[in-house]
């Protein structure tokens, strides 16, 4: 119990010394002036009025989500701290913490392997690929569904070890609860499913103890096996709310417009993108590098890089299945990463991002599930010594950490942020339009044009930049420039939230030409 104790502790300090500078960071541009800085719902702190709007279908307006308990979260946040950004950013950090902690839980209970669970906690905490979910104030959802995730597993293990009615519900409660912060936990019920197998070894035939387990970490012994049909009558409640969820996320997605339809990306752009995104995913996983806020759609070249994922992806697929029965950890720990992906790989395209970190704050347990006790189990027996193995994973978090700190040092504001995912990303309209916006906001207008600019010759059908463009040219005295961006901007979306303030706009400018004065007023 100390030494459980130990590793716990060393996992929430390791957490905080890394994510401590977020404390000095400011909100950002992207989204999190939706979630807090400009929600009128939400700066009223904890109300009976904003409880009931966040339960309500208009809060999917907001957002394109339905998650009430992430919207409460952020109230509370605003009762305490205001708006303050460093307490909103450390209750993320807290959050972060206490998922990796958890996590140790979990598997320590469910396998019995300490140090093995320590260290896919400890790669949970500290690999660079979850900068963005807790870096970014707006994503507290992900830190937040992952928090009752864990939970979840956690009263599950618990019902498995003592059966009640009660175990059940509070274990099926929390799974509710997880998916009113962030429907992704969707997967769940299969994840369940997977681990039913192992370690629990509750499959008929499977077996909890993983293979080559050094003393002390062999897995508890396998329960009773039940068949695949009992199993899944066992979840059939999980699987009732997992379809719920699904249907009120399509509609809360369709009505904040978040949706693109088959016009913007066609299946083949979606299907290729998936095979893509599933290799950059895993490529990231073990050499973060280039990480972005916002990655751009790539363009369709050749068939062959899609063609090569997806003999990738077959390939380590097969492999798994081959060594199910030897080394049943392979084969859960990728199904794990495979299928926690499937609801933002993108077949069901939301915004237009072609992938995101922050997708990755589930799916890469599996891969740590499957790398943690998969190494010492196919390394020929000379490798595998403690010393070894220590020096190995003592190397790597070492690495992470250090690339994490570095990685959080670009979310200190929205230039740093959106500069550094230009550099990495290439032609990106988004983050140029993001970037122009975080500047026009603080009234430099000059500075903004180029991002802008910028934008529309990456995506000249991006009407956005262009409506910014047209009001930066009416104040510069440019007639001409603001009449043709303007004018795009209604042909483009004449029905958008900008089109009446640029009709408003371009009938002045028409006015000015008209009566010969190239006066115009600033905005």
Same mark, same amino acid.
């Given at each position: 119990?100390?030494?459980?104790?130990?590793?716990?502790?060393?996992?929430?300090?390791?957490?905080?010394?890394?994510?401590?500078?977020?404390?000095?960071?400011?909100?950002?541009?992207?989204?999190?002036?939706?979630?807090?800085?400009?929600?009128?719902?939400?700066?009223?702190?904890?109300?009976?009025?904003?409880?009931?709007?966040?339960?309500?279908?208009?809060?999917?307006?907001?957002?394109?989500?339905?998650?009430?308990?992430?919207?409460?979260?952020?109230?509370?946040?605003?009762?305490?701290?205001?708006?303050?950004?460093?307490?909103?950013?450390?209750?993320?950090?807290?959050?972060?913490?206490?998922?990796?902690?958890?996590?140790?839980?979990?598997?320590?209970?469910?396998?019995?392997?300490?140090?093995?669970?320590?260290?896919?906690?400890?790669?949970?905490?500290?690999?660079?690929?979850?900068?963005?979910?807790?870096?970014?104030?707006?994503?507290?959802?992900?830190?937040?569904?992952? +928090?009752?995730?864990?939970?979840? @597993? *956690?009263? #599950?293990?618990? !019902? %498995?070890?003592?059966?009640?009615?009660?175990?059940? /519900? $509070?274990?099926?409660?929390?799974?509710?609860?997880?998916?009113?912060?962030?429907?992704?936990?969707?997967?769940?019920?299969?994840?369940?499913?997977?681990?039913?197998?192992?370690?629990?070894?509750?499959?008929?035939?499977?077996?909890?103890?993983?293979?080559?387990?050094?003393?002390?970490?062999?897995?508890?012994?396998?329960?009773?096996?039940?068949?695949?049909?009992?199993?899944?009558?066992?979840?059939?409640?999980?699987?009732?709310?997992?379809?719920?969820?699904?249907?009120?996320?399509?509609?809360?997605?369709?009505?904040?417009?978040?949706?693109?339809?088959?016009?913007?990306?066609?299946?083949? +752009?979606?299907?290729?993108?998936? @095979? *893509?995104? #599933?290799?950059? !995913? %895993?490529?990231?996983?073990?050499?973060?590098?280039? /990480? $972005?806020?916002?990655?751009?759609?790539?363009?369709?070249?050749?068939?062959?890089?899609?063609?090569?994922?997806?003999?990738?992806?077959?390939?380590?697929?097969?492999?798994?299945?081959?060594?199910?029965?030897?080394?049943?950890?392979?084969?859960?720990?990728?199904?794990?990463?495979?299928?926690?992906?499937?609801?933002?790989?993108?077949?069901?395209?939301?915004?237009?991002?072609?992938?995101?970190?922050?997708?990755?704050?589930?799916?890469?347990?599996?891969?740590?599930?499957?790398?943690v006790w998969g190494i010492p189990a196919l390394l020929p027996?000379?490798?595998?010594?403690?010393?070894?193995?220590?020096?190995?994973?003592?190397?790597? @978090? *070492?690495?992470?950490?250090?690339?994490?700190?570095?990685?959080?040092?670009?979310?200190?504001?929205?230039?740093?942020?959106?500069?550094?995912?230009?550099?990495?990303?290439?032609?990106?309209?988004?983050?140029?339009?993001?970037?122009?916006?975080?500047?026009?906001?603080?009234?430099?207008?000059?500075?903004?044009?180029?991002?802008?600019?910028?934008?529309?010759?990456?995506d000249p059908a991006y009407e956005p930049a262009h409506y910014?463009?047209?009001?930066?040219?009416?104040?510069?005295?440019?007639?001409?420039?603001?009449?043709?961006?303007?004018?795009?901007?209604?042909?483009?979306?004449?029905?958008?939230?900008?089109?009446?303030?640029?009709?408003?706009?371009?009938?002045?400018?028409?006015?000015?030409?008209?009566?010969?004065?190239?006066?115009?007023?600033?905005?």
């Amino acid at each position: 119990m100390r030494l459980k104790i130990t590793v716990v502790a060393a996992l929430v300090v390791a957490t905080l010394a890394v994510y401590w500078q977020c404390a000095g960071h400011d909100f950002i541009i992207l989204d999190d002036q939706l979630y807090v800085t400009k929600n009128a719902a939400i700066q009223g702190g904890i109300s009976w009025e904003g409880i009931t709007w966040a339960f309500s279908p208009a809060s999917t307006e907001t957002s394109g989500n339905w998650h009430p308990v992430t919207w409460i979260s952020h109230m509370l946040d605003i009762e305490i701290f205001g708006l303050n950004p460093a307490g909103h950013h450390l209750v993320n950090v807290s959050l972060h913490a206490l998922n990796a902690a958890l996590l140790f839980l979990v598997l320590r209970g469910m396998s019995g392997a300490l140090w093995r669970s320590a260290m896919v906690a400890a790669l949970f905490a500290l690999h660079p690929l979850h900068v963005e979910s807790v870096a970014w104030v707006a994503e507290r959802k992900d830190v937040l569904s992952t +928090l009752f995730w864990m939970l979840t @597993l *956690l009263l #599950y293990a618990s !019902y %498995l070890k003592r059966p009640g009615a009660l175990r059940y /519900l $509070a274990t099926l409660a929390c799974f509710a609860l997880g998916l009113m912060a962030k429907p992704m936990l969707v997967t769940l019920p299969l994840v369940l499913l997977c681990l039913d197998f192992w370690p629990l070894g509750r499959w008929q035939g499977a077996t909890g103890v993983p293979d080559g387990a050094p003393p002390g970490e062999a897995s508890p012994a396998p329960a009773c096996g039940k068949d695949l049909p009992g199993l899944l009558l066992e979840k059939l409640p999980f699987f009732v709310l997992t379809a719920i969820f699904c249907a009120v996320a399509i509609y809360a997605q369709h009505q904040g417009g978040y949706v693109p339809d088959l016009s913007a990306f066609p299946l083949r +752009l979606r299907l290729y993108n998936a @095979l *893509l995104a #599933y290799r950059d !995913y %895993l490529a990231n996983a073990f050499w973060p590098h280039d /990480l $972005a806020v916002h990655y751009p759609f790539p363009g369709v070249h050749s068939i062959l890089p899609a063609a090569g994922s997806l003999l990738l992806l077959g390939g380590l697929s097969l492999a798994a299945a081959l060594k199910w029965r030897r080394h049943p950890y392979l084969a859960v720990g990728w199904l794990w990463f495979l299928i926690t992906l499937v609801p933002v790989i993108g077949l069901i395209q939301v915004g237009r991002q072609s992938m995101a970190d922050r997708y990755m704050y589930i799916p890469l347990i599996g891969l740590c599930i499957a790398v943690v006790w998969g190494i010492p189990a196919l390394l020929p027996a000379p490798a595998r010594r403690p010393a070894l193995l220590a020096a190995a994973a003592g190397a790597a @978090l *070492l690495a992470f950490s250090a690339l994490s700190w570095q990685q959080l040092g670009h979310w200190r504001d929205s230039k740093s942020l959106l500069e550094h995912s230009i550099a990495v990303t290439g032609p990106n309209y988004f983050a140029h339009f993001l970037l122009g916006n975080a500047l026009f906001q603080q009234g430099r207008y000059q500075e903004a044009l180029p991002h802008y600019q910028a934008a529309v010759r990456v995506d000249p059908a991006y009407e956005p930049a262009h409506y910014k463009i047209g009001l930066i040219s009416m104040m510069n005295g440019d007639l001409q420039g603001a009449i043709r961006h303007l004018s795009i901007t209604l042909t483009l979306a004449p029905n958008s939230e900008r089109s009446g303030n640029a009709r408003v706009s371009l009938e002045r400018c028409l006015a000015i030409q008209r009566s010969g004065s190239h006066k115009t007023s600033p905005l």
